[in-house]
């Protein structure tokens, strides 16, 4: 899976290897900051249709997993206070081009206390006086304040018992998620239960209650490779009439795989078949929650073309991001001529021309939505693109030259003053 980067404060020094690491196998480049329009990097960014932001905020409404920090930055000291406090490990560019990243102390430059880390922090997200924050958290900077957080003392024997399905825990607590499911297979009469989840790599097990089971091993690569509910009952011994079920389900950020072997009865089957769906619905309210104010720029979204349900829960989440900081959004509805075979050849080969914070889906008749953010001259390289592949397959599969115009219809959500027109005209293509 390639490596989440965002890079920050590129000079042009810096930016005149962009374009070489951007070539690099294994690293997707999904944002780059900066303090003014005109730096350099934001500028080089712009050019390559790179997502690019000049607030630091913006780092925390994704998850990243590395940081390359332009080495003569005049704030590097408060971004490494900043990544620092976000997890994110930091490299300079050289660091990373000479293959030293891996290797490399990924610590701070400048070792400081947490309690002044913390206070950059905040001056950072809340635009807080840097000198009174500071103040505050004097009286920690002495020599024997802490540079690393204290360890987290776990329960001895920690206990979850669910109340209702809302109760149920995230999929990042394997304790909770194996003490749950403890409680429904005695409920059920089941053997083994098994969860699975991920985003679009392979699945993998994070809760299980039981022995080793291959049938459902089988049933679980089955549903999730086709995405459909796998149900076997046995005829014959050993375990004759049981069940054994794999049901697969996706939420906005996540998909995952509940398992269950050897189910009793058929009141059990039905038991598991709701807690598949409630479980669906619970993990995806918490997904959207955490993606309503990053949209577009979070991971594991599931890319190229879009159903109409997943691309409707794309909306909502862009009004809900404009409703957090206004960022801009677009919705375009693009016409293009009816004639089956080149319109073919264009929709297997867009999707890899779109950025990863856009949104596809096959419009009515010979259209297609496209959902873009940020400014408006984001979409203009998108156009262009679209219109050079448009005339590509136009003269391979046409009956003459040059490709007929396209008609691109389009809605723009500035604000939330234009939430009821942004939304009237989705619901009226989608429709």
Partial sequence: MPRRVVLIDFDWQDADLLPELLKRPGVSVRLVA??????PGVRVAELC????????????????????????????????SLLLALGTPCQTLQEFMQGTAESADESPAIEAPLALHAATLEHTLGGGDYDALLEQALPDLGADAPVAPAPVPEPAQPHWRVSSLEDFPSPESRARLESALKE??????????????????????????????KLLKGLVDLASELGTPQVVTRL????????????????T????????????????MGQ????????????????????GTSFPYTPLRESGWLDAPEFRKR??????????????????RIEFPDHPVALQALFEQFPAQVRDTDCLMRGKGSSLLLLTAGQADGFSHLRRRLLQLWDRVWRENGPSTPAPAIVDHCVT??????????????HDWLS
Avoid: C, Y
């Avoid at 909306?315 to 375009?332: G, K, P, S, T």
């Fill in 184 to 213: 429904l297979v005695g409920a059920s009469g089941a053997n083994t239960a098994e969860l699975h989840a991920g985003d679009t790599g392979p699945l993998q097990l994070v809760a299980q209650v039981g022995p080793e089971d």
């Fill in 413 to 426: 959500m500035a604000g939330p003053e234009d939430a009821d027109a942004f939304l009237a005209a989705a």
């Fill in 315 to 332: 909306i909502e989440l862009a009004l809900e991001r404009n409703r957090h900081d206004r960022m801009r959004f677009e919705l375009h």
């Fill in 253 to 268: 950020q996540r998909r995952g795989v509940l398992a269950v072997a050897a189910i009793e009865s058929p009141q059990g």
């Fill in 49 to 80: 249709g790179l997502p690019r932001t000049l607030d630091l905020a913006d780092l925390t409404r994704e998850i990243f997993d590395l940081a390359i920090v332009g080495e003569r930055s005049s704030r590097r000291t408060q971004l490494e």
């Fill in 34 to 39: 900066g303090e003014r329009v005109h730096d």
């Fill in 272 to 291: 598991w078949q709701s807690m598949v769906e409630d479980l669906r619905n619970t993990w995806d309210e918490e997904d959207r929650e955490r993606a």
């Fill in 236 to 251: 014959s011994e050993p375990g004759k009439g049981r069940t054994w079920g794999a049901w697969p389900f996706r939420t």
